[in-house]
């Protein structure tokens, strides 16, 4: 009986990638990330709209709430100070805006559109003629939590992107009863409630 011994010849094993394994997955990435970066970008501008839209609705509420637990009539105001659109509650009815009043601050990107928008038709019969707001205008909010004003109409601020239309528009609406709404609408489309 002869036993043979058999040698394999050893080669040595390799960790890590090739220079061509790491340039041809640099690609892909790249790649994907050219796809993705419009699609990124376009959900961050309209997240940024919603919030904004969001924070004014809740400015209105505060409003509100001050009014009625304070059993008087409170003002909300629209103002441009520095280019920077402001929002913000009178809380201590000074007739300005002061560090303590509650407030939103749009960023510098956006602003509260006059005009521009899409028609409020789509939104309908008891908002088809609201008093858009432009800076310096305001909002009485009476003890009831009501508007306080000579016309039954709603008010409204439109928060836009002015030189991106394209990312749409969110409206802010109060009714002359104190029913506050968020709305959006597509460039030239129609509004849709959202709360």
Do not use: C, H
């Not at 310096?136 to 439109?158: C, D, K, W």
């Amino acid at each position: 009986m002869e036993f043979r011994i058999r040698w394999k010849k050893q080669t040595r094993r390799q960790d890590g990638f090739s220079l061509l394994e790491a340039v041809v997955v640099v690609a892909v990435a790249l790649v994907l990330l050219a796809v993705a970066t419009p699609n990124l970008v376009r959900s961050w501008k309209t997240y940024k709209l919603s919030t904004q839209a969001s924070l004014i609705a809740g400015q209105l509420d505060t409003a509100r709430f001050t009014a009625v637990r304070r059993d008087r009539t409170i003002t909300l105001a629209y103002v441009v100070v520095g280019g920077n659109s402001i929002i913000y509650v009178d809380a201590n009815n000074s007739g300005g805006l002061d560090r303590t009043d509650p407030q939103v601050q749009l960023p510098t990107d956006m602003q509260i559109a006059n005009g521009g928008f899409p028609g409020t038709a789509t939104m309908g019969a008891a908002y088809a003629a609201p008093v858009v707001m432009a800076p310096g205008s305001t909002i009485q909010i009476n003890s009831r939590g009501t508007l306080q004003a000579a016309g039954l109409v709603p008010y409204m601020f439109v928060v836009s992107y002015p030189n991106q239309p394209d990312y749409g528009f969110r409206a802010i609406t109060i009714s002359p009863m104190g029913e506050i709404r968020v709305w959006q609408a597509a460039n030239n489309g129609a509004w849709k409630a959202t709360s």
